[in-house]
């Protein structure tokens, strides 16, 4: 063994790649900052730097709002694939990939149990599923999630994040603005409170319908929130979009949203205004 070949043999080589995670860091999409993955979740996946609230899937949201405990209630079953639509792929397909990737089969999860005491019904819709896109399964999700409410005799909390309505189901997927509604009517009638809580992004028909129809609207920090896109707004009307335009802050600023709360409040705030809302409106 030559000189070389023993030095070599003696250094302490770092581990082979496929030993080291790949997931050990996490690049911010705001500030471009570097975070140890593990400590922006425990941050409730809220930049430390920059403050920038990303956007988490069902089950992360869930276990951030509610009590342990909770039960995850079944997705109703639709048909599927109506108009046997096709573009660059089939969207049985599509599905069979975006249910591959996610816990759950389609984009809007309802879940019963607590926050902070205080029963409700939470639905999380995930951006992460096809774009958080509205079909008849999300609107029959919804539905289920007032019946649920309306039989618990406890509020109906949304977390909306879309791009909008699903086009792989065409009016189909626009009739669950009016579907919606009527539920949403229901959940009014029998005197329980329905809370919005905006995130990043909520737009489309979901804004244009049970998104804007609550008896509170709380968002997120720096959420997108609009009907049609900014470029879209900008070429209509020929004239130079406000600063911060669609944001919640901006939305708050013009009415159109209650209160913007950080994701480390929300949980509380949400608490104290079924508490406060519940007992009286339920009476």
């Given at each position: 063994?030559?000189?070389?070949?023993?030095?070599?043999?003696?250094?302490?080589?770092?581990?082979?790649?496929?030993?080291?995670?790949?997931?050990?860091?996490?690049?911010?999409?705001?500030?471009?900052?570097?975070?140890?993955?593990?400590?922006?979740?425990?941050?409730?996946?809220?930049?430390?730097?920059?403050?920038?609230?990303?956007?988490?899937?069902?089950?992360?949201?869930?276990?951030?709002?509610?009590?342990?405990?909770?039960?995850?209630?079944?997705?109703?079953?639709?048909?599927?694939?109506?108009?046997?639509?096709?573009?660059?792929?089939?969207?049985?397909?599509?599905?069979?990939?975006?249910?591959?990737?996610?816990p759950h089969p389609d984009a809007l999860t309802?879940?019963?149990?607590?926050?902070?005491?205080?029963?409700?019904?939470?639905?999380?819709?995930?951006?992460?599923?096809?774009?958080?896109?509205?079909?008849?399964?999300?609107?029959?999700?919804?539905?289920?999630?007032?019946?649920?409410?309306?039989?618990?005799?406890?509020?109906?909390?949304?977390?909306?994040?879309?791009?909008?309505?699903?086009?792989?189901?065409?009016?189909?997927?626009?009739?669950?603005?009016?579907?919606?509604?009527?539920?949403?009517?229901?959940?009014?009638?029998?005197?329980?409170?329905?809370?919005?809580?905006?995130?990043?992004?909520?737009?489309?028909?979901?804004?244009?319908?049970?998104?804007?129809?609550?008896?509170?609207?709380?968002?997120?920090?720096?959420?997108?929130?609009?009907?049609?896109?900014?470029?879209?707004?900008?070429?209509?009307?020929?004239?130079?979009?406000?600063?911060?335009?669609?944001?919640?802050?901006?939305?708050?600023?013009?009415?159109?949203?209650?209160?913007?709360?950080?994701?480390?409040?929300?949980?509380?705030?949400?608490?104290e205004l079924l508490a406060y809302m519940a007992?009286?409106?339920?009476?």
């Open positions: 063994m030559s000189w070389l070949d023993r030095v070599r043999n003696s250094l302490p080589f770092p581990a082979k790649r496929e030993t080291t995670p790949d997931n050990l860091w996490i690049k911010c999409p705001g500030c471009h900052e570097m975070l140890f993955t593990r400590d922006y979740e425990a941050n409730l996946s809220v930049c430390p730097q920059c403050g920038l609230h990303g956007r988490i899937g069902t089950d992360a949201r869930l276990g951030q709002l509610l009590d342990p405990g909770y039960t995850v209630l079944p997705t109703p079953k639709v048909k599927e694939d109506p108009l046997k639509f096709r573009d660059s792929k089939r969207y049985p397909d599509r599905m069979k990939a975006a249910r591959a990737a996610n309802n879940a019963f149990g607590a926050i902070a005491g205080q029963p409700a019904v939470v639905g999380v819709q995930d951006f992460g599923f096809m774009g958080g896109s509205m079909g008849m399964a999300v609107g029959a999700a919804f539905v289920a999630g007032a019946e649920r409410a309306i039989a618990e005799k406890c509020g109906y909390v949304i977390v909306t994040a879309a791009g909008g309505a699903r086009m792989q189901e065409g009016i189909l997927s626009l009739m669950q603005m009016p579907k919606t509604t009527v539920a949403i009517r229901r959940l009014n009638a029998a005197g329980l409170p329905y809370i919005v809580v905006l995130t990043d992004p909520t737009t489309g028909g979901v804004t244009a319908s049970y998104a804007m129809l609550g008896d509170v609207h709380i968002a997120e920090p720096g959420a997108l929130i609009g009907f049609a896109g900014q470029r879209v707004i900008q070429d209509t009307i020929r004239e130079k979009l406000p600063q911060g335009f669609q944001r919640a802050e901006y939305l708050h600023a013009h009415g159109m949203v209650d209160m913007v709360v950080p994701r480390s409040e929300l949980r509380e705030r949400i608490a007992p009286a409106r339920a009476a």
